[in-house]
C-alpha cells in the first residue's frame, strides 16, 4: 500500500469520522468523487484522456459514437415518426454526445433533426466541457438533473456510469457477511470491519441468489438497482443502452476474485489503495450486469441484447468504418496509428473489447431483431 498524502478531503472525512464514527465505504466513496467542494468529478481538472487519469471509449476514437449513433438511427426508425429523445446520463466530457450527434447528421438527417440529445451530468466542470463540445449541436441539446427528467420516447444511454456509483464492501469471514468501513488509524484513513450497516446488503445476495466465497471481498452496488428502477418509471417507449465494464454476478463473485474490484486510477495508473490521493483520484467498481438485468426485468423492462463490447461494435459494421477512414488517409503510417488506435475498442482478453459489456433493454417495443444482435460470422467482409 502507498502511504496516504494529506489533501483538504482527508482532513474534512478524518474529522468528519471523529464526530460521526466510521463511514461506510459508499459514504467514503460518495464523498471522494462527489464532495461539493473537493470531490474527484466536481472540481476543475483533466479526467478522461491522454492527459488525464482514464480513457473511455469514447475518448478513443469518434468511431465508437459513429457506431452508437447507427443502433440509435434503427432504434428511432423502430420507435416511429416521433421525436426521438436520447437522454445520456454520466456524459462525462461530452466526446459520446458530440460523436453521435454528429455522425446522426450525417447519417440520417431526418432522425437528427426530431432528435433532442438530453444530458444529465452531476459535475458543473463536466456540463460546462459538454457546452463547449456541443456548440454545434446547440439546437439539439439540452441539459437537466436527473429529478428533471420527464417521461420520454426515446434511449437512455450511459457509458461508464454505473462504475462511478458508490458501493458498499462487504467480506464473507466465518461464513458470513461483513461489511468494510473507513476509519482513523494513526491519525490516516484506514479500514475495519463490523457488522452490515443496512439489511439492504443481505437482502440485496439473497435477491441474486450469489455472495462472495469464504474470505472474499465484493462490491454491493445498491444505487444501480435503485437507479434502473428509476430509468424504466421515466422511459415511456424505447430502449435502454448501458455499457461499461462489469460481469454477470457469478462470474463478478467468482472465488478466484478474492479482493472485489474496486480500482483507482490517477494519470492513467491503476492503483489499488483508496486512501491515497483522497479526492484526486477515480475510484470504481466493477458492474454487475445480472442485477440490471434482474431488476430491468422486474421494474418492466425486457432483456434484448447482453454481449462483449467487441461483438456490439463489430455488429454495428466497426470493420466497415475502419476500412473508410483509412481509404481517407494517404500516409501507411497513419493508416497504422488508426487501426493501432482503433484496436483498443475490441481487444478481447481483458482489454476493452471483452472487460466492457453492452446491456440493451426495451420498453413497449417488443422483442426486435437488432443490428447489434448480428452475428460477426453473418456480417460480410468489405472488398
Ligand atoms: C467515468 S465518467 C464517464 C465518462 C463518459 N461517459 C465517457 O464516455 O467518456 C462518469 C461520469 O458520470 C458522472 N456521474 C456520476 N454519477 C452521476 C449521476 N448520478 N448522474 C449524472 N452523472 C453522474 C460523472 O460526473 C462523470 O461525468
Not at 469514447?58 to 416511429?80: C, K, N, T
Not at 425486457?302 to 463490447?309: P, V
Request: negative net charge; contains cysteine.
Amino acid at each position: 500500500m502507498v502511504k496516504a498524502t494529506t489533501s483538504a478531503l482527508q482532513n474534512i472525512l478524518l474529522e468528519k469520522i471523529q464526530s460521526h464514527g466510521n463511514m461506510t465505504f459508499a459514504e467514503f466513496m460518495a464523498d471522494c468523487l462527489y464532495h461539493p467542494e473537493h470531490g474527484y468529478y466536481i472540481g476543475s481538472r483533466d479526467r478522461i484522456g491522454k492527459q488525464g487519469d482514464f480513457f473511455t471509449s469514447s475518448s478513443v476514437h469518434a468511431l465508437f459514437g459513429g457506431l452508437i449513433a447507427r443502433q440509435l438511427i434503427e432504434m428511432a426508425q423502430i420507435l416511429g415518426e416521433e421525436p426521438f429523445i436520447i437522454v445520456e446520463q454520466g456524459a462525462g466530457e461530452g466526446h459520446l454526445a458530440k460523436d453521435i450527434l454528429d455522425a446522426l447528421q450525417i447519417e440520417d438527417p431526418e432522425v437528427y433533426n426530431r432528435s433532442t440529445y438530453r444530458l444529465v451530468e452531476v459535475s458543473p466542470d463536466n456540463r460546462r466541457r459538454q457546452r463547449e463540445q456541443l456548440l454545434r449541436h446547440v439546437d439539439r441539446v439540452d441539459w437537466c438533473a436527473e429529478s428533471e427528467l420527464q417521461p420520454f420516447t426515446g434511449c437512455y444511454l450511459c457509458n461508464e456510469l454505473i462504475d462511478a456509483f458508490p458501493v458498499h464492501v462487504v467480506e464473507k469471514r466465518e461464513g458470513k457477511l461483513q461489511e468494510v468501513f473507513v476509519t482513523r488509524k494513526g491519525g490516516e484513513l484506514g479500514e475495519t470491519v463490523g457488522p452490515l450497516s443496512t439489511a439492504a446488503i443481505s437482502e440485496y445476495f439473497a435477491w441474486l441468489g450469489v455472495e462472495p466465497a469464504e474470505g472474499n471481498r465484493g462490491e454491493v452496488n445498491l444505487l444501480a438497482v435503485d437507479w434502473i428502477w428509476r430509468v424504466a418509471a421515466t422511459l415511456q417507449r424505447g430502449f435502454v443502452l448501458t455499457i461499461d465494464y462489469g460481469y454477470p454476478s457469478g462470474e463478478l463473485y467468482a472465488p478466484f476474485r478474492r479482493n472485489g474490484t474496486v480500482m483507482c486510477y490517477h494519470k492513467h495508473a491503476a492503483l489499488e489503495d483508496p486512501y491515497h490521493l483522497v479526492g484526486e483520484q477515480d475510484i470504481t467498481a466493477h458492474v454487475d450486469f445480472t442485477a440490471l438485468q434482474k431488476a430491468g426485468t422486474e421494474a418492466g423492462l425486457e432483456l434484448l441484447y447482453f454481449k462483449e463490447q467487441y461483438r456490439f461494435l463489430m455488429a454495428l459494421g466497426f470493420v466497415d468504418k475502419l476500412m473508410q477512414l483509412q481509404a481517407e488517409l494517404t500516409e501507411p503510417n497513419q493508416a497504422l496509428a488508426l487501426r493501432m488506435t482503433l484496436k483498443n475498442l475490441i481487444m478481447p482478453d481483458e482489454g476493452m473489447g471483452s472487460t466492457f459489456k453492452v446491456l440493451v433493454q426495451g420498453k413497449g417495443v417488443g422483442t426486435p431483431e437488432l443490428l447489434c444482435h448480428r452475428k460477426i460470422s453473418d456480417i460480410p467482409l468489405p472488398i
